[in-house]
Nanobody, 129 residues
Framework: HVQLVESGGGSVQVGGSLRLSCVVS????????MGWFRQALGKEREGVAH????????????IYSDSVKGRFTISQNNAKNTVYLQMNSLQSEDTAVYYC???????????????????WGQGTQVTVS
């Protein structure tokens, strides 16, 4: 039974920082694509970043959406089965529920699309004001 549990959300002022964590359990595959998504009220779910757990230096290993590039950093600790999203210089438009997700395939050019992912966490609220 695969479970993804996010934590680290909260309220922060504009310009502040937060670090989200996603702990994955019950997964037997050694290589997956882990993604962070967000969904603001009344909007579609948006891909924020993804990372390939193999540390493969392929072109699709670590990718960011244009809206967060240079401000957010995705990273992983495979020993802890945890993926992180460090969010700096937060803006009001970053307010959303943030989700982590796991795709049973390596990251590819479609890996910022929610439809590519098989497992999802419950989400954590981030509010920037």
């Amino acid at each position: 039974h695969v479970q993804l549990v996010e934590s680290g959300g909260g309220s922060v002022q504009v310009g502040g920082s937060l670090r989200l964590s996603c702990v994955v359990s019950g997964y037997t595959r050694s290589r997956v694509c882990m993604g962070w998504f967000r969904q603001a009220l009344g909007k579609e779910r948006e891909g924020v970043a993804h990372i390939d757990t193999s540390d493969d230096m392929s072109a699709y290993g670590t990718i960011y959406s244009d809206s967060v590039k240079g401000r957010f950093t995705i990273s992983q600790n495979n020993a802890k089965n945890t993926v992180y999203l460090q969010m700096n210089s937060l803006q009001s438009e970053d307010t959303a529920v943030y989700y982590c997700a796991a795709d049973q395939q390596p990251c590819g050019w479609r890996s910022l699309l929610a439809s590519e992912y098989d497992y999802w966490g419950q989400g954590t609220q981030v509010t920037v004001s």
